[in-house]
């Protein structure tokens, strides 16, 4: 469709109209030059002095052209094209690795071959955020400690490659899931508009750490961020089912989940822990803005080139009559 960005310039085209017709009573021109009359006693009136007589030519006509094409100009013709799709405003996702040695159990199947947990963990967490463009993605890996690998950042790729390069239990071989949970939270910048969201991947209750799991997840709590926890594999038994918790003060991961508006899962199996990547991503979906922009094509080149080809071809045509007289 086409519009004009500034069409208050064409309330200027009855202004020059006017001009030109007053220029053209006042004086007219032949070839944009001057008339010329002669004033002589033997030159009769009549069809020979109406000879002399200059006439109208194409010079100010040109002119009056130009002048309309560079208003048209200024007008600023666009042409409004499809919608543009809106960047994502993107959220805060903070995921959480689980890197102690248990990660290394080959209890996953993938092409029927027996395949580490925490193989399959890197290729669907690099997944996730290779899916979610607009999102800001951090990652932190914890074992006896925890350790911040990214800070949230909007260079998916980055996030990628550097999960994918990682190796199983480098970060050691106990769980510190509430350092893990404290760390997350401090990495986060709250934003009024749209949540952050933790997702916390394991296959251990927490073992190691200063900081309990109840009091990070307490401030998960008064923070609002939700904890998504996935308990990957199964236990020594090939049972899926996790044996209650008999420590003092621990907090199991259902619970961690529950407390922060979050939600528990189990991942037996590769295609599980995708369904589950899956879920997660449709309860934090990318939060997009409704359309407002449009693809603009700028015209105004286009009167401005051909006022500058009329006045160029009127003054040509002008300078090639003058020479042809002369």
Known sequence: MLNLDQPLWLLAIPFVLLAWWLGRRAAPEEDGLPAVRLIHPFLAEGSHAEALRPKPGLGGTSQLGAMLLLILALARPLWNGPWLPPQPEGREIMLLLDNSRSMSITDFQAAGQPVERFSVLKGLVARFAQGRQGDKFGVILFGEQAYTLLPPTFDHDLVSAMVQRLPVGIAGQDTAIGEALALALKQLQLNPKHRPALVLFTDGDSTAGNISPAEAVEVARRMKVPVYAVDIGTDLFGHAARPAIAEEGAIALEQ??????????????????????????????????????????????????????????????AMAKRHTKS
């Open 256 to 317: 961690i989940s529950a407390a922060t508006g979050g939600r528990y899962y189990r991942a037996t199996s590769p295609a599980a822990l995708a369904s589950i990547m899956e879920d997660i991503g449709r309860l934090e979906a990318t939060i997009t803005p409704p359309t407002k922009q449009r693809e603009r094509h700028e015209w105004f080149w286009l009167p401005a080139l051909l006022a500058a080809a009329v006045l160029s071809v009127s003054r040509l045509t």
